[in-house]
């Protein structure tokens, strides 16, 4: 089987120190969902690289915009996907052939809208199981994690409070949610280790997601929000 996925893991060696070099593939400036997650590490001071993606421009805020995932031209740890259903296959193929080692799907449109969006999202599923490539999505909020300086959510929770780092744990597939859970927290200051929010979970759903932020040293507590599970997996914390 592939490894476990490590979208919030430091690598070894000289990038420890600068773990993440996140693509977000933004279309435009904020409120885009997919503008958030750029503007917020931006204002934040994120020291790694990042490489929004759009092949109709050529700056977003102020970065040097690309035109594929292909044209960046070195290894990305972590790609944010926000295109137009149609387009997320090609997108993620195209990633996984470039060396992207993880996805964030927000892009909406699969299985929560009938047969048509399900056999899109059995796609994006093969993908990541014949790659080994990991993705969180479709049709999610995204994830972070404050111990890395990982931030990859849309929500506007984030944008007028401090992030706090902490030692409890959410997971939950819906984004509403989710976003509400790390707003209370974060504005009475408890803080939190990691957050993720698994969407449609066509390849990392709770059941996965659930002992991975449960088993970290940085989590002494962790909390799921998930109903109609779409796996028989079990899910346990040890």
Known sequence: GRGAPDWDRPRPG???????????????TPPNITGRPLADRRSRGFDGQLHPV???????????CYPSLAAIGQ???LAIIGSAVAQVEGVIAEGIAAGMR???VF?????????????????LRALAHESGVPIIGPNCLG??????????????????TPLRRGAFGFVSHSGALGAYWMDIVLRSGIGFSQWVTTGNGCDIDAAEAIPRRC?????????CWWTAPTTSRPCACT
């Open 14 to 28: 000289p990038r420890a120190a600068r773990p993440f070099y996140p693509c977000a593939c933004s279309e435009s």
């Open 54 to 64: 759009n092949p109709g421009r050529s700056k977003v805020q102020g970065l040097r």
């Open 75 to 77: 290894p990305v740890d």
């Open 102 to 104: 993880a996805f964030v």
């Open 107 to 123: 892009s909406s449109g699969f299985a929560e809208t009938g047969e048509a969006g399900r056999a899109l999202q059995q796609r």
């Open 143 to 160: 994830l972070a994690n404050s111990a890395t300086g990982l931030m990859a959510p849309f929500t506007t929770a984030l944008e007028e």
């Open 215 to 223: 088993g970290t040293a940085c989590a002494a507590s962790a909390c």
